[in-house]
Structures are given as C-alpha cells and as structure tokens.
C-alpha cells in the first residue's frame, strides 16, 4: 500500500533567539518517521514557520513534542511581533499531501488538538476544516484580540475552547490546530518590467479581484454600495491571492500568487488563468517559479492537463508527466528545476526500500542469478506481469499516437492510463515479495529461549508466513486484471503491434502461474487451514481464468498475423 502523508507547519512565537528555536526543532528530530524539512525564523514578526512531513503518527508526534517545548521555553507574556499572535505555538495546522482525505486529516487535527489540550493543560481552539463551528472555521475569528485580550475571550461561553481548560495561562496562551488543503506559492515569470501591469494582470485573476471604478478603471471614483462600501469585481480564480511586483535579482515584474486549495485552483489552472489575462494585456508570460514544495499528483495532474490539450495519450510514466509539466509550466525559466528537491514524496523517498526496482536490467539479472535467495520467483513473476502489461501500455500509446486515428487518441489514452496503474502496482510488488520473504526471515531469527519466546516467534512466523502467501495472491490478481488491456489492445489496437499485445499476454499468464507457485508453497506452512484453503481455492480459479484469458487472446493475436 501506498504511504499515507500529511504535512504539519506550526508556527511559534519566537524568531529571534536561535537556541529556544533549534531545541523546539531538535524534538522535531527526535521523532523517528517525521522529517523537518523547513525552518523559517522572522526577526521582525517574532515567529518561525517550520515544516514537518511523514506519515501520521510520527507527524503528530513530532508535533506534540514541539508545542510541548514551545511551553516551556516560549513566554507569551513578554511577546511582541508584527503578526498576529494569542500563543506560544500560535497556530499547528495538517495538511493532507497524499494517499489521505480531508476527513481522515480532520479526526488526526482533533487527535492532536485533544492531547495538546489535556496533556498541556491550556486552551486549543480548532479552525477551518476542523472547525466545531461556522464561526470558528475563519483564524482571524478564532484568534481576534489576540494573546493581550485571550484572558477576557476565554470567559465568554461562546469561546469556550474546543479541548483543553478555559484558563488563561499567562506564559503560553492559546494554540489554534485546524486540518486545511495544501498552500502553493508560484510566481509567474513576465516579459515586462512593470508592476503595475503585472498587478492589473495579478487583480484579474485573484478571487478578491479589484475595486469597481466608475469610467476609467484606473483612476475613476470607486463606485459604493447601499452601504458606502467599494464594490469588487472578482477575478476568475478561486482560493487565489496574488500581487504584482518587481524582482530585482532576475530583473523582470512578477505575480506572485499563493494558491490556498489547490483541489479548488490548481497550478495549471493558475497558469492558464495568467497566461490568457497577459496575452490580453499583450505581456508574455515567460515561464513560473514554485517556492516551496509541492505534491506529486499536482505536478501529475499539470503533465496529464498538457498532454490532453495535445490530444496526446496521458498512459505514460510519472517522470514523463513530470517532464511535461516542467516544460509547460516553464518551471525551469529562472533556474534548473529538479523534482528531487521540489517534490514532497520525492523527498521523503527512501531508496533503501526499493532495492530491487532502482538496479539496473543488467543488475537486476545479476542479483537474481546470484547465490542469495531473493529475488526470487515471487519477485520474478511479478516483473514479467509487469512487462506483460506494460507491452500492452506500449500498444495503447501507439494506437494514441497513430496518423489517421486522431479521432480515437482519448480510447487509447485511457487504456495506456490503465496500464500504467497496472504496470505500476505490479513493479511495486517486485520488492514487496522480496520484503515478505525477508519479515519470514527476520521472524525464524527470533530468540526462542522461554516458553514465552517461543510462543512470540511461532506467531510471528505465522504471521510473515500469511502476508507471503497474500503478496503473490495479489500479483496473480494485477496480472490477471493487467490482461484486460493487453486482450482490448489485441483487438484494436495498432495492427503493426499485435504481436507485442501476444507476447504481453504470454508473460502476464507466465505472472500468474509462478506467483500461484509461491501462493501454493506458503500456504502449506499456515496453520489457518480456514484461510489457506480457501486462497488455494480462489489461486486455482484465478490461474483457469487467466489460461482461458490467454487463449482467447492468442486467437486474436493468430487471426491477425
């Protein structure tokens, strides 16, 4: 399965003294699966933004240790800083970065909220997604008045807080946790040196937009409402706020944009949204900058938005969407772009973990031919299903891409994206058989000198034993469904390739009949007879089927030869 991530940015009231910052960040770094990836002191606000991305419980954890020090170390009392402020750890927000929804980031804000307000002893109100209600959903609500009027806020009933005593605590204040979407910063490159067309372009985008002029929309008189308030015209971009100004390092005007829900606004609909109001305005917009980090599936999302309007296949690999993206975007405009430094998962990536899929072909082989047991043929059943199925990719991607077939480049494209999904899953599963063979291992290795011992490596051995019967059940299942692709692009796909949807067919049948091998010998070791029976059962359908499958695909492939 793939890794659930969420990002956390607290923000604490101190950005001057670089000792209490770093022993707040060093409990950061104490927490083993959580990874500091920024700190950002400001003398001036008095407050330091830091960065925190991992999977859940770790990230939490990390962010509780943190407030905790921020306690003991930060004295709100003696506070002062341009930002608005009411605690210590002024603000803790989670942020849903992949593989995890807004609703299951939401009970992890109330998780931690709840700990910091029982185990802390001071107030923590929740906000935006996290909100308990409509009022609280809004920071600036939450934290109006801010630390100098928390004491009389919190004797108002309707500011009890969300978790936590409704006591003022003179050193540390109040601590606001909410679950909110991800923030991109992007800038977009112009061909002017102007700000002020660079904001005219800025107002009409951004969801606030400008004030309504009477006549001449830049120096005529504001025009009012019943109310004697100016009148806004929005710009087209929603959850957008942006600005015109003028870099002096690169020379050229800028807009500088924060997305605040890119599920609302992406970065490729932002660009398009820039691009159309310059040429408008007869500016070019040369290329964009991201500061900061962003998710994989955005940078997934703007290859794929591209390559759709040119009625190309999206059914190609990350790191071909990924360089497509770049392109589009002119990510690469101020300065070299590199995913690896840019990408959220991709910093987190631990190479370690995926031995087997980062060799070389040649490596690959080698390894496998070598004295050490594994790779073995779990891992060797899974790769041939893989290149089944990515032969049948190939075919999809071709058939997109043929002359004459321009109308049909949508079918194929959505067959090639299916077959990447399939070829995806299936590589993942090269290194997952050998992991299973490994935890069996670890689990022999165990001590076994007490009975209690004993008992601990008997299950555990049990357990490794199950998950290795699982893992190839699941290949001969990706493989199986991978042949859905390969039949459809026998059939009707590019007739030059047919042969290539065969040979495809041959090596994910091949898949499943070595991964139902490794199903049969480890099931034999389970004392489950309930569940290794009934796997066996459902093994022995699935490998009929996909005989079956690969028949009827062969006749296609013979007929057409």
Same mark, same amino acid.
């Given at each position: 399965?793939?890794?659930?991530?969420?990002?956390?940015?607290?923000?604490?009231?101190?950005?001057?003294?670089?000792?209490?910052?770093k022993?707040?960040?060093?409990?950061?770094?104490s927490?083993?699966?959580?990874?500091?990836?920024?700190?950002?002191?400001?003398? &001036?606000?008095?407050?330091?933004?830091?960065?925190?991305?991992?999977?859940?419980?770790?990230?939490?954890?990390?962010?509780?240790?943190?407030?905790?020090?921020?306690?003991?170390?930060?004295?709100?009392?003696?506070?002062? %800083?341009?930002?608005?402020r009411?605690?210590a750890?002024?603000?803790?927000?989670?942020?849903?970065?992949?593989?995890?929804?807004?609703?299951?980031?939401?009970?992890?804000?109330?998780?931690l909220?709840?700990?910091?307000?029982?185990?802390?002893?001071?107030?923590?109100?929740?906000?935006?997604?996290?909100?308990?209600?409509?009022?609280?959903?809004?920071?600036?609500?939450?934290?109006?008045?801010?630390?100098?009027?928390?004491?009389?806020?919190?004797?108002?009933?309707?500011?009890?807080?969300?978790?936590?005593?409704?006591?003022?605590?003179?050193?540390?204040?109040?601590?606001?946790?909410?679950?909110?979407?991800?923030?991109?910063? $992007?800038?977009?490159?112009?061909?002017?040196?102007?700000?002020?067309?660079?904001?005219?372009? #800025?107002?009409?985008?951004?969801?606030?937009g400008?004030?309504?002029?009477?006549?001449?929309?830049?120096?005529?008189?504001?025009?009012?409402?019943?109310n004697?308030?100016?009148?806004?015209?929005?710009?087209?971009l929603?959850?957008?706020?942006?600005? %015109?100004?003028?870099?002096?390092?690169?020379?050229?005007?800028?807009?500088?944009?924060n997305?605040?829900?890119?599920?609302?606004?992406?970065?490729?609909?932002?660009?398009?949204?820039?691009?159309?109001?310059?040429?408008?305005?007869?500016?070019?917009?040369?290329?964009?900058?991201?500061?900061?980090?962003?998710?994989?599936?955005?940078?997934l999302?703007?290859?794929?938005?591209?390559?759709?309007?040119?009625?190309?296949?999206?059914?190609?690999?990350?790191?071909?969407?990924?360089?497509? &993206?770049?392109?589009?975007l002119?990510?690469?405009?101020?300065?070299?772009?590199?995913?690896?430094?840019k990408?959220?998962?991709?910093?987190?990536?631990?190479?370690?973990? +995926?031995?087997?899929?980062?060799?070389?072909?040649?490596?690959?082989?080698?390894?496998?031919?070598?004295?050490s047991?594994?790779?073995?043929?779990?891992?060797?059943?899974a $790769?041939?299903?893989?290149?089944?199925?990515?032969?049948?990719?190939?075919?999809?991607?071709?058939?997109?891409h043929? &002359?004459?077939?321009?109308?049909?480049?949508?079918?194929?494209?959505?067959?090639?994206?299916?077959?990447?999904?399939?070829?995806?899953?299936?590589?993942?599963?090269?290194?997952e058989d050998?992991?299973?063979?490994?935890?069996?291992?670890?689990?022999?290795?165990?001590?076994k000198?007490?009975?209690?011992?004993?008992?601990?490596?008997?299950?555990?051995?049990q357990?490794?034993?199950?998950?290795?019967?699982?893992?190839?059940?699941?290949?001969?299942?990706?493989?199986?469904?991978?042949?859905?692709?390969?039949?459809?692009?026998?059939?009707?796909?590019?007739?030059?390739?047919?042969?290539?949807?065969?040979?495809?067919?041959?090596?994910?049948?091949?898949?499943?009949?070595?991964?139902?091998?490794?199903?049969?010998?480890? #099931?034999? %070791?389970?004392?489950?007879?309930?569940?290794?029976? +009934?796997?066996?059962?459902?093994?022995?359908?699935?490998?009929?089927?996909?005989?079956?499958?690969?028949?009827?695909?062969?006749?296609?492939?013979?007929?057409?030869?």
């Amino acid at each position: 399965m793939q890794k659930q991530l969420v990002e956390c940015v607290p923000n604490f009231s101190e950005g001057k003294d670089m000792d209490i910052i770093k022993q707040i960040t060093n409990e950061i770094e104490s927490v083993d699966g959580a990874k500091l990836l920024d700190v950002d002191p400001g003398a &001036a606000t008095n407050r330091t933004v830091v960065t925190i991305v991992g999977e859940p419980e770790p990230v939490l954890e990390a962010a509780f240790r943190a407030v905790k020090k921020a306690k003991e170390l930060i004295d709100m009392s003696k506070h002062s %800083g341009e930002h608005p402020r009411f605690g210590a750890t002024d603000v803790c927000p989670l942020v849903p970065v992949s593989n995890i929804t807004m609703e299951e980031t939401v009970k992890l804000a109330h998780k931690l909220a709840k700990r910091i307000g029982e185990e802390l002893e001071y107030p923590v109100y929740c906000y935006e997604f996290a909100a308990s209600n409509e009022k609280r959903r809004n920071l600036a609500n939450v934290r109006s008045g801010e630390y100098e009027g928390l004491k009389d806020k919190l004797a108002k009933p309707e500011w009890k807080p969300d978790f936590g005593p409704a006591k003022f605590v003179e050193q540390t204040g109040a601590t606001a946790v909410s679950a909110r979407n991800f923030l991109v910063a $992007y800038n977009f490159n112009l061909n002017t040196t102007s700000t002020r067309r660079a904001n005219a372009i #800025a107002f009409d985008v951004r969801e606030a937009g400008r004030f309504k002029r009477e006549g001449n929309p830049a120096t005529g008189k504001f025009v009012l409402d019943e109310n004697g308030n100016k009148i806004r015209i929005p710009g087209t971009l929603k959850k957008a706020k942006a600005i %015109g100004w003028y870099i002096e390092e690169y020379g050229i005007a800028q807009i500088s944009m924060n997305l605040t829900d890119i599920s609302v606004t992406s970065v490729h609909k932002a660009w398009d949204a820039v691009v159309d109001s310059a040429t408008k305005r007869g500016i070019r917009v040369t290329g964009s900058e991201l500061v900061g980090l962003i998710p994989l599936q955005a940078m997934l999302d703007a290859g794929k938005h591209f390559l759709r309007k040119q009625n190309r296949s999206l059914g190609v690999d990350d790191t071909e969407l990924i360089k497509i &993206a770049v392109k589009s975007l002119g990510l690469d405009d101020l300065k070299p772009f590199n995913p690896k430094e840019k990408i959220i998962e991709y910093i987190l990536e631990d190479e370690s973990t +995926k031995p087997l899929i980062n060799m070389t072909l040649s490596g690959f082989t080698n390894e496998t031919a070598s004295e050490s047991p594994a790779p073995g043929g779990g891992s060797i059943s899974a $790769y041939m299903g893989a290149m089944g199925v990515a032969l049948g990719t190939m075919v999809a991607n071709l058939s997109s891409h043929k &002359a004459g077939w321009d109308e049909r480049w949508e079918e194929f494209s959505d067959w090639a994206v299916k077959g990447q999904y399939y070829k995806d899953a299936l590589v993942n599963m090269v290194d997952e058989d050998t992991n299973a063979f490994n935890k069996i291992m670890d689990a022999f290795g165990l001590p076994k000198g007490s009975d209690e011992e004993k008992a601990s490596r008997t299950q555990a051995i049990q357990d490794a034993t199950k998950y290795a019967t699982e893992v190839p059940f699941k290949v001969m299942q990706l493989c199986y469904n991978s042949m859905e692709v390969i039949k459809a692009m026998a059939e009707i796909g590019n007739p030059n390739s047919v042969t290539d949807a065969g040979v495809g067919a041959l090596a994910a049948r091949s898949g499943v009949m070595g991964a139902f091998l490794n199903v049969k010998i480890n #099931a034999s %070791g389970l004392k489950d007879r309930a569940f290794a029976d +009934k796997i066996l059962k459902d093994g022995e359908e699935l490998q009929e089927k996909t005989i079956a499958l690969e028949k009827e695909i062969l006749n296609i492939v013979n007929g057409k030869i």
